[in-house]
C-alpha cells in the first residue's frame, strides 16, 4: 500500500501524515481544515506527486450543485443539432457531459480528488454527495447506466469553515485541522522552500512575522504563504540580518510590509501601535 | 468485531462514553473507522501515531480537539499505571509493537513462557476474573499496584517491558500539550441547525445577468418561430428576503447571550439583507447601531421607520422581562427619561411592520408568571415565540405567510 511520508516541497507533520494514511488505507475521504494559507490546497497537490497518482481538482463556487460534479446533461445543444440533422442526435451519450466526480472513478488509475473549498457551497451540497462519496458510484438515469469506481480515488477535501457541514458527512471522513506551524516547523518549511536561506536573516525574518502575527486585533494574520512572499521579496531587495534588526523601534511596521499585511486596517493598527509607542517613549 | 481482543470492546466502550460525556460528538461508525484503521496497521507500531489516528478518526472539528485531548489524557493515564494501551489494540498489533521494543534476550524469556499466544490467553484470564471480582466492569483501570494483573505487568512476558524509556512519555506530551485550547466554544457551535430553519425565510427574486434557461418562455417562443428554437434566458433566483432585528441588550439578557449570539451569527449569514439595531429591555425613542458604543451613536427610531419600510421582516429578540411601568408610562425606562410610554413605541413599530414576530429566549412555561410578557405578547398580537429550534420554525413561517 502506498504510504505519504511528505515531499521534498511539503514538510507533512506527523499527525498528517496518519490522517492521510488512514484516508488512503480505508480509502475514505480526508476533511481538511485550517486557517487560510496553511497549504490545505497545496496537501492534495503534493500527496499526488508522492504517490504519483494524477490530480483531479474541482473547484467548489456559491453556485456550484452536486449533480455538476457528477455529469450534466445538454439538452439545448441536443436540441438545437437536432434542428440541424446532426447524425450525433440520435445518442444521448454525445450530449452527457461528465463531471469530475465522474472522471476521477473511470480513470484508469486511481488519481487524487481535491474538492476545494467544500464550504462555498450551498448548506445541503455535502449531503447531496453523501451516498456518492461513500459508494463511490451514481446512476445516470438518462443512459440508464451505474458509474462505478474502477479505483477508489484518494478524496481531499479541504474547508475554511465558512458554514458547518452535516454530521452524516463529517462520519464518513477523516478530519485533519491544520495547526499554524510553530517556529521549528515554519523554519524548515522556509528552508524547504528557499534551501541556503542565510540562517541570521531567516531568524529574523521569523522573530519579525512571529510578532505581526502576536499584534492583537489583526483582521488578516499573515500565514506561512504571506511569509514565503516576503521571505522572497527580502532576497529580491537583497534586505540583510542587519536590515531587520536594525528596525528603528519607532516604527514597528517591518520593511517591505505589503507581503505580510493585506489589509489597510492592519496597516493602520501598525501604524496607531507605533505613534502609541512613540510618545511612550518621549515621556 | 473479529481480530480484536475481546476486552478491546469493553475497554473502547469506556473511552468512547467518555468523549461523549465530555460532548464530543463520536459514534459508533467513528469507532469502527477507527478499528478498521488499527487493523489495516495505519498507526504502524507508535503510540503517538495511535493518538494521531484516533485522532483524525473520532474528531471531526477542531472545536472539540481539545475535549479530545483531555479525554485521552486522562483516560490513557488510567491505562498507565495499569501498564499498558493493550486491550485497546488489536492483538495482532500488539504482538508486533511488543516485538519492536523488546530485546532478544527478552524475547528468549517470553518464549521459554509459553510464547505470546500464552501471555495473551493469561492477560484474558486475569481480565476476566478481575472482571468478576470488581464487577464494575472496567473498574480495574487505575488499581495497578494491587492487582494480579496490574502486577502482572513488571513480568518480563507483560506489555509493559521496555516502555519505560518513553515512546509512551512523548507520547503523552502531544496530547497533554494540549494545542488546541483556544479552538474550543467558539460561537459558531450548533448555527448548522439554527441556519435551516432560518432558511424558511426565503423569498426568491430574479435578479443579476440572465444566467438560466427559461423553459416556458422557450417553448412558447420556439413555437411562434414556426419550431426553430428560441431560447430564452432569465436572471438566477436569488434570496432577497430583508430581514430587521432588534436586539434587547438590557442586562437580564445576560443569561442568553449565547443563544442570542448564535442566532445572529447564523442570520448574518444567511441574510444578504440584514440590519440590526439594539434596544435596552423596551425599544424607546431611539436605538443603537452599536452595544459597545451605546451611549454615543444612537439612531432615532423614527429614522428607522422611516428608512426601511414596510417589505422588510421585523425579528425582535429580548427576553420581554421588565417592571410593567417600563412599558406603559412614560418616563419609566430604567436607563433615561422617555417622553412617551415604550408601548407606545413598540405599537409604533409593530404597525409600521405587518411582517414581525419577537423571539423569546425566555423557556414558554415560565411566560405566564411575568406580567410584561404577557403584555408585549398582547401589543405583538400573539406572535412571540420562544427561541429555541422548534419556536424560530414557527416564526419564520408565521413571517413568510
Known sequence: MARFEGTENYVATDDLRVAVNAA?????????????????TVLAHEIAKA???????????????????????????????????????????????????????????????????????????????????????????????MVVAQHRPVVIITSN????????????????????????????????????????????????????????????????????????????????AEDLRQRDPQKLIPPLHGALLKNEQDVHLFERLAFINRRERGK | MRGLHPAAIVMFEGFLYELRDAKVPVSLKEFLTLMAAMKQNVAGYDITDFYYLARTALVKDERHLDKFDRVFGHYFKGIETLGEVEPVIPEEWLKKLGEKLLTEEEKNQIEAMGGWDKLMETLKQRLDEQKERHDGGNKWVGTAGTSPYGAYGYNPEGVRIGQEESRNKRAVKVWDKREFRNLDDQVEIGTRNIKLALRRLRQFARSGADMELDLDDTIRSTARNAGWLDLKLVAEKRNAVKVLLLLDIGGSMDGHIRTCAQLFSAASSEFKNLEYFYFHNCPYEALWPDAARRHVERVATNEILRTYDQSWKLIFIGDASMSPYEIETPGGSAEHWNDEAGGVWLDRIVTAYPKSVWLNPVPERHWQGTESIGMIRETMAGRMFPLTLDGLDHAMRRLIR
Open chain 1, 24 to 40: 488512503i488505507a480505508l480509502e475514505r475521504p480526508l476533511l481538511v481544515k485550517g486557517e487560510p494559507g496553511t497549504g490545505k
Open chain 1, 51 to 145: 504517490l504519483g497518482k494524477n490530480l483531479i481538482t474541482w473547484h467548489i463556487k456559491s453556485t456550484t450543485k452536486a449533480q455538476q460534479g457528477l455529469y450534466e446533461y445538454d439538452a439545448v445543444t441536443r436540441l438545437r443539432d437536432g434542428q440541424l440533422g446532426d447524425a450525433k442526435t440520435g445518442d444521448i451519450r454525445n450530449y452527457i457531459i461528465r463531471g469530475k466526480l465522474w472522471e476521477a472513478f473511470t480513470a484508469p488509475e486511481a488519481p487524487v480528488l481535491l474538492i476545494d473549498e467544500i464550504d462555498k457551497a450551498d448548506i445541503e451540497f455535502p449531503n447531496d454527495l453523501l451516498l456518492e462519496l461513500d459508494r463511490m458510484e451514481f446512476y445516470v438515469y438518462e443512459t440508464r447506466e
Open chain 1, 161 to 240: 469553515n465558512e458554514k458547518e457541514l452535516p454530521d452524516a458527512f463529517l462520519r464518513r471522513c477523516f478530519f485533519h485541522y491544520i495547526r499554524f506551524p510553530d517556529r521549528e516547523t515554519m523554519a524548515h518549511i522556509v528552508d524547504v522552500h528557499f534551501p541556503g536561506l542565510q540562517k541570521e536573516l531567516l531568524r529574523e525574518a521569523l522573530t519579525a512575522f512571529y510578532e505581526v502575527r502576536d499584534v492583537p486585533g489583526l483582521k488578516k494574520k499573515p500565514s506561512t504563504s504571506e511569509l514565503l512572499d516576503w521571505i522572497k521579496l527580502l532576497m529580491v531587495e537583497d534586505m540583510s
